[in-house]
Structure formats: C-alpha cells, structure tokens
C-alpha cells in the first residue's frame, strides 16, 4: 500500500475534513463526474446529487436535534485506492447527548478523483441510534 502521504491518501483526507466542516464546494472538486454512491437501498450518481445528500442529511439534522456537531473523520487505508473515512457526530436533544459513528468506503481513480462512496451499514450502531432517537421523542 502507499505511503500516508500518498495523493490518495489526501484525497481521502480531504473528503473527511470537507464533510467534517460542510465544505460542499470542497467536496463537490474531490467527486468523479460519474461517482457512485451507495447507501444501503439507494445508489445516487454525479457530483451534484451526491452532495445534495450531504447537504440535505446536515439541514435536517440540524433542524431536527437541538445539538448536532460533527466530530473529526478518521481515514483508514484499505488498499492502494480504497480508504474508510470514520466520522463522528455528537447529538443532542432534550437533555440527552449521543455519540454516532460511521463510515464510508471510497474508491479513488489514478487522476486523484473519487469514483465510489460506499456507506458501511452497522446494524449495531443503527439500533443505538434508533434507541437514543425513541428516547427523545424523534422516533
């Protein structure tokens, strides 16, 4: 595998740190024109759609939790071209906090452009954040 400091490797980290701080311009430069995204039942293709659903996920969570910050992502190398990228988020809502983790697994081409986002689902970690929402009253 290559080095961390790779070009790859900063594609990934950029990724992590554009979402991280809802850079979606950032983002949007870091995307392959016919990226893929897979999200469990649903696979969206091209930049604009892409972070659309970033865009959408941020405002209504924002809208929905009284507290919602995102954490710093942690990459992890899998291959020469494939990276998990963990993020963090911090919620909150009446009284209550809760930490979640996710991760993503993209693949990035030759010309530094990531072509595929794969969301990694954990059963585990949707049924503790479904229990935290039911908490709150959200679910």
Known sequence: MGELNSTKWKTAKSFGES?????????????????IYDIGDKTLTGPEKIV???????????????FLE?????????SDH???????DYLGHQGVKYT????????INDVNKITRIVHIH??????????????????
């Open 82 to 88: 494939e990276f998990y990228v963990h993020f963090t």
């Open 70 to 78: 995102w954490g710093k992502s942690r990459i992890e190398q899998v």
């Open 100 to 107: 979640h983790r996710c991760k993503q697994k993209i693949t």
């Open 19 to 35: 979402l991280d701080q809802d850079n979606f311009t950032e983002t949007t430069k870091l995307l392959d024109p016919y990226c």
């Open 52 to 66: 659309d659903s970033y865009e959408s996920n941020m405002i209504e969570g924002r809208a929905k939790f009284d």
């Open 122 to 139: 954990n059963e585990d970690e949707a049924n503790r954040l479904n229990a935290f929402k039911r908490q709150v009253g959200l679910l």
